[in-house]
């Protein structure tokens, strides 16, 4: 193995050791939700991000991106939640094309119920992740984080109604 080599099978170890935590905390993290809730971590990931927008609410392409998710599977997302009263989409003020996908009051209440739970699963979660010797450092990493990530401004979006 050359020097190439071995920089790549760092970052593969890396890519294999993200994924692994990613994996546990995303199973504890389903469970907890599902049991207690009736979310999914996806579902919870939309209520939650829409929760932290200006106005809460974002353009279906914003949202896609907060979830990871391709358009049409963010679609069928919103879908689903504006089915169970959680979300609905309203026409974008400035650009008549554009749609909005907004919580609703129910929406706002079950993401308030479940904020808990998804906060003490993560926790618990991370803790027992730590106590793994090759995940423990990246715990540690995810706890040097800043409490409240920049947000792009691009990724805002006025208050519906608002203008510029």
């Not at 193995?1 to 692994?20: C, F, K, N």
């Amino acid at each position: 193995m050359g020097i190439g080599d071995d920089a790549v099978e760092i970052r593969s170890q890396g890519w294999r050791t993200l994924a692994a935590l990613h994996g546990i905390l995303d199973t504890a993290l389903e469970r907890a939700l599902q049991a207690d809730h009736g979310l999914s971590v996806v579902e919870y990931t939309v209520l939650d991000a829409l929760s932290r927008q200006d106005g809460w609410h974002m353009r279906m392409q914003q949202l896609a991106r907060a979830a990871a998710l391709s358009s049409s599977a963010t679609t069928r997302l919103v879908n689903r939640l504006e089915d169970r009263g959680l979300l609905t989409r309203i026409l974008c003020q400035d650009d008549r094309r554009g749609i909005y996908t907004e919580l609703t009051p129910q929406g706002e209440q079950l993401l308030r119920q479940a904020r808990p739970t998804h906060d003490a699963a993560l926790e618990d979660a991370l803790n027992e992740a730590c106590q793994v010797e090759e995940l423990a450092p990246l715990v540690a990493a995810l706890h040097e984080l800043p409490a409240e990530p920049s947000v792009e401004p691009s990724a805002r979006t006025a208050p519906v109604g608002a203008t510029a």
